[in-house]
């Protein structure tokens, strides 16, 4: 008997190591866990080979899962790839309700030259604005002008994709427009989001944009589904048995993105517990937090290094240069210890849930104590981005009473007279003017916000109430007292660390309050 389940063993170890066609892949398991239920029993250890099968079988459904994803990604062209001669398209609606009152046409296009700009291998060889009536027709774009852009785009032998700047495409007017100019067409939340993966360094970032990514890709499906109803010819639609007998392409797609779904969104939960931990740590010792947030490139990693001093920060010119939300130590002029949060920058006309799939780190933001909205004053289209920041935060659920220092950057590009008065300070953040007062005001709201207070004591030099005032209080400041046994100690205390010294220590003088 064990000579034959040696045998079979071998045998099922050939087929796994076979090139077998998807549908066959739950029977060749199921033979391959009968094989090992047998052999393990021969040697008493069923229980464990059986574990230790589930997890190869599980490694094994994940790894095919993450092959019809990226196959997927490639053949529907729903996603950016490698490198592109790009035909832009700026659509602005005209007039109406849904006319963009605060910036033109032509700052929509450039920021839309920016985004391609930023891809490797991505060059724009091509940059129309398109006036329409509304962005909810099939093919966006009116009858002749659409016949227009397929003229020049399809006898542009240059042009290998189309973007599209708005938004999001609906699944049905990407099918339209792909259709008519031949190559694949892309929307802003496609190409932000590779942006994106080309920005990502740590895994908790490329997790929060493979998740973004899924939405996407769902919607997209749906609206192709749709329109092959209505008999438009899609890719690769042949019904197939992958997700069992009957099942379309686009259902058996849409279970591997739930699954995929299910999978990063555990990964993303163990990784959010850690970042709990963490922040319970810093609120056991109550360090204030200062989130930095504004519009890409408005200069917030800039500032984060001029105001700490960190060396090993680098700052980058361009979009979305910072994907992983930082934390950087400051002293205040009180010698009070604050966190400085970088965070993900903003920018206009994308679906929010592509900047709320960073909930976890953007948490660091929203939880944080003080805002500081950095603005770019010397960009053209300043209000349009301030704008932007405001509305992302409400849509993020930002408490409307947290405090929020308004702060215009980029000074040192602009004349005097030019500088806007509906900021609180403006700034250089490269060159240093204005930090001094930028600190003098984080410290005025961090102290009134936390509750903290001076108090000045009496205690012994080298005594254990000093020791004890320099682990949980924050020192501001010591003097000499007649008597050269004490010193007079200014510190700053929240009520909580006033209440353990009381309790600690009854005894001690307290010369005065402030």
């Known amino acids: ?27 060749k398991n199921q033979i391959y866990l009968m094989c090992w239920r047998s052999m393990s029993a021969v040697r008493g250890n069923r229980k464990s080979a059986e574990d230790d099968l589930q997890l190869e079988l599980v490694s094994e459904q994940d790894n095919q899962d993450v092959h019809d994803y990226e196959e997927l990604v490639h053949k529907m062209h729903l996603l950016p790839d490698a490198g592109h001669q790009v035909a832009i398209l700026q659509p602005f609606v005209k007039w109406g309700p849904k006319k963009n009152l605060l910036t033109t046409p032509d700052l929509m296009l450039e920021e839309a030259k920016a985004l391609v700009d930023s891809l490797p291998n991505w060059k724009c060889v091509d940059a129309i604005k398109v006036p329409v009536e509304s962005l909810e027709k099939k093919t966006i774009f009116g009858s002749g ?20 700047s708005t938004n999001v495409l609906r699944g049905i007017q990407r099918r339209e427009l792909m259709m008519a100019f031949g190559v694949p067409v892309f929307d802003r939340y496609s ?49 197939g048995s992958k997700g069992g007998s009957g099942e379309s392409f686009c259902d058996s797609q849409l279970h591997l993105l739930d699954r995929r779904e299910i999978k990063i969104k555990k990964e993303l939960e163990k990784l959010a517990k850690k970042r709990t931990l963490l922040k319970c740590e810093r609120k056991k010792r109550e360090f204030p937090v ?18 700490t001093g960190d060396s090993k920060i680098t700052p980058r010119d361009a979009l979305f240069a910072t994907l992983d939300v930082t934390v950087h130590g400051m002293k205040l002029p009180c010698n009070l210890t604050v966190l400085l949060v970088d965070t993900v ?26 805002l500081v909205h950095l603005q770019d004053i010397s960009h053209p289209d300043v209000e349009n981005q301030v704008a932007t920041v405001k509305v992302t935060l409400e849509q993020l659920n930002i408490d409307s009473t947290k405090t929020v220092i308004q702060v215009a950057n980029k000074i040192d590009k602009m004349s005097s007279e030019k500088l806007d008065d509906y900021s609180d300070l403006h700034i250089s953040a490269k060159d240093g003017t204005g930090l001094e007062e930028l600190v003098d005001l984080i410290q005025t709201k961090v102290l009134e916000i ?12 080298g005594g254990t109430e000093y020791s004890w005032l320099h682990k949980e209080a924050t020192v501001v400041k010591y003097s000499n007292t007649k008597d050269p046994q004490y010193l007079a100690l200014d510190v700053l205390v929240t009520p909580s660390t006033f209440g353990k010294l009381r309790s600690n220590f009854p005894d001690i003088r307290v010369l005065n309050k402030q």
């Open 145 to 164: 002008q659409f016949e227009s852009l397929q003229k020049n785009i399809v006898a542009n032998p240059n042009i290998s994709a189309v973007f599209v």
């Open 191 to 239: 190409v932000v989001l590779q942006i994106f993966k080309d920005r990502a360094r740590t895994r908790e970032a490329k997790l929060q944009v493979a998740f973004a990514e899924i939405p996407y890709l769902r919607s997209s499906l749906v609206g192709l589904q749709k329109g092959t109803k209505n008999n438009l010819p899609v890719e690769n639609t042949s019904r």
């Open 1 to 27: 008997m064990m000579i034959n389940l040696i045998r079979l063993a071998s045998v099922v170890n050939q087929v796994k190591k076979c090139s077998l066609q998807k549908n066959h892949v739950k029977l």
């Open 450 to 461: 936390t509750n903290r207070r001076y108090l000045r004591l009496m205690v012994l030099s």
């Open 345 to 370: 920058g903003f920018i206009s006309n994308i679906p929010v849930n592509l900047i709320a799939a960073f909930n976890s780190t953007l948490r660091d933001a929203i939880d944080a104590d003080v």
């Open 290 to 307: 200062v989130a930095i947030v504004g519009y890409t490139n408005c200069g917030k990693t800039t500032l984060i290094k001029s105001l």
